[in-house]
């Protein structure tokens, strides 16, 4: 089993920034897929970023140029630096991970944390 907890979320007026945190309860991101996805009321959960066991990166196209996901192997860390933020990324952000994969398509994960909240105001 492998736990997640995420941070960083807030509020900010369009066009600032935030970078959110996932930590893990134990060492994975160098074997498997990490991942970030996100939902706002109303809408289903959508995939925003994974990055591979190779360090590979993929993005949904609403955040690339915008949006970079990374990891800090020695932090159990990963992290999604989030700038310009438009009001339509406002929505509950959650980690994910796969403990079965190395390699990321978007129904890999099945480790999942509580989210963290982002608000964007026009």
């Known amino acids: 089993q492998v736990q997640l907890v995420e941070s960083g979320g807030g509020s900010v007026q369009a066009g600032g920034s935030l970078r959110l945190s996932c930590v893990a309860s134990r060492s994975i991101f160098s074997r498997y897929c990490m991942g970030w996805f996100r939902q706002a009321p109303g809408k289903e959960r959508e995939g925003v970023a994974t990055?591979?066991?190779?360090?590979?990166?993929s993005y949904v196209d609403s955040v690339k140029g915008r949006f970079t996901i990374s990891s800090d192997y020695a932090k159990n860390t990963l992290y999604l630096q989030m700038n310009n933020l438009k009001p339509e990324d406002a929505a509950m952000y959650y980690c994910a991970a796969s403990t079965t994969n190395r390699y990321c398509t978007w129904s890999v994960f099945n480790h999942w944390g509580q989210g963290t909240q982002v608000t964007v105001s026009s």
């Open positions: 990055i591979d066991s190779d360090g590979d990166k």
